[in-house]
């Protein structure tokens, strides 16, 4: 059974929206706890959670361009920020703002991925 294109682009666009979106409420929450003096192991789980959250929005869309699916990659990116990523279809976007998903999606990619290196690093 083949996939309409455009259904899995809207899908994964959706999917980003709803991660930054939960990243937020649960930096919101830990910050809302904190301010309220609340319980310190709540406070960091919810902290954890929405960096592992953070850290996945940011890989994804480099994986994708890294496999060769740019235009879900580009989906991707325009649930994370529907303001500078458009609604275009990736076929029909000029060069210019292709090199512009391209370099946001590796240099992000390779972002996290120093940081959870780093990260390891420290801890262990």
Request: hydrophobic fraction near 60%.
């Amino acid at each position: 059974m083949k996939h309409d294109s455009k259904s899995i682009e809207m899908k994964l666009a959706l999917i980003s929206r709803i991660i930054v979106i939960f990243a937020m409420v649960f930096a919101a929450s830990a910050a809302i706890v904190i301010w309220t003096q609340g319980v310190i192991l709540f406070v960091a789980g919810l902290s954890i959670f929405s960096a592992l959250l953070w850290l996945v929005n940011l890989v994804v869309p480099g994986l994708l361009m890294i496999f060769k699916y740019p235009n879900l990659a580009y989906a991707w990116l325009h649930g994370r920020n529907p303001i500078v990523y458009s609604s275009t279809s990736w076929d029909l976007l000029p060069n210019s703002k292709r090199e512009v998903a391209y370099f946001d999606s590796i240099v992000t990619f390779l972002m996290a991925v120093a940081f959870i290196v780093w990260a390891i690093s420290e801890n262990l």
